[in-house]
């Protein structure tokens, strides 16, 4: 069951606004009228979702966002996705983004993209067999950990990162040793068992290419890597 939404509340200290950087939300609980649903979590806080059906679906897309975005400024992209891969759309805003409450950690993303799975599965009654996990930049953390925890017809990784350590790494060098360790990608690449693409551009400059090749090479299940020779972190992914 979903409800009305709710105004979000909460701040975050600065180390979690650089590894969090969420826009000025871009929708409000008005917006996307019978489109912009909100979720229950175990815990009874509510997580805004889109859920953009398509008739006949084969598949249903649980879709998490880059990191300096929400759900309104990846709308377009999750209408265009769904018209062209004719499936179902579901898009999860993380705590502190867009209208959501919270503060953005591991832990705050992790319990919303599994309300969002278990809300797909229990409500939505779809199997996880029919279910495509598509994360990019920071979608890819939650991504990567939920197929970890399920079986799903596949995963899909856009630029994605080793660890959030290691991302720091390549920006700052030893001070990212006061960095907490997040989202580590690469450890968990291995317990992924559904066929995985990994696109990764070669002119990434936030987060190095190797990265994704990193997680390609450690994942076991079948899997594919595409690296697009003028693809960058912020690419659009609707052009060709």
Not at 18 to 31: K, N, R, V, W
Not at 105 to 128: H, K, Q, T, V, Y
Request: aromatic fraction near 10%; proline fraction near 8%; glycine fraction near 8%.
């Amino acid at each position: 069951m979903w409800m009305v939404l709710n105004s979000p509340s909460g701040s975050w200290n600065p180390v979690e606004r650089l590894i969090f950087p969420a826009p000025t939300p871009s929708y409000t609980i008005e917006s996307f009228p019978g489109e912009l649903i909100q979720i229950p979590r175990r815990d009874g806080a509510q997580v805004p979702c889109l859920f953009l059906p398509f008739r006949h679906a084969r598949f249903l897309i649980i879709y998490f966002h880059a990191n300096a975005e929400d759900l309104g400024l990846s709308y377009t992209f999750c209408q265009v996705m769904r018209d062209l891969f004719q499936v179902h759309i579901l898009a999860v805003e993380y705590p502190g983004y867009g209208i959501c409450p919270g503060t953005p950690d591991e832990a705050g993303i992790m319990d919303n993209a599994r309300a969002a799975m278990d809300f797909a599965i229990n409500s939505l009654c779809w199997p996880a067999d029919g279910i495509k996990l598509f994360g990019r930049s920071l979608g890819t953390g939650p991504t990567t950990l939920l197929a970890t925890e399920y079986t799903v017809a596949g995963v899909i990784l856009i630029s994605p990162f080793t660890s959030i350590r290691a991302l720091f790494e390549n920006q700052v060098g030893r001070l990212a040793d006061f960095v907490e360790d997040r989202f580590r990608n690469l450890h968990l690449a291995p317990r992924i068992k559904s066929p995985t693409l990994i696109v990764h551009g070669m002119q990434d400059g936030l987060v190095p290419p190797d990265h994704g090749l990193k997680i390609y090479s450690a994942i076991t299940s079948r899997r594919m890597l595409v690296t697009p020779a003028a693809m960058g972190h912020n690419t659009s992914l609707l052009k060709d």
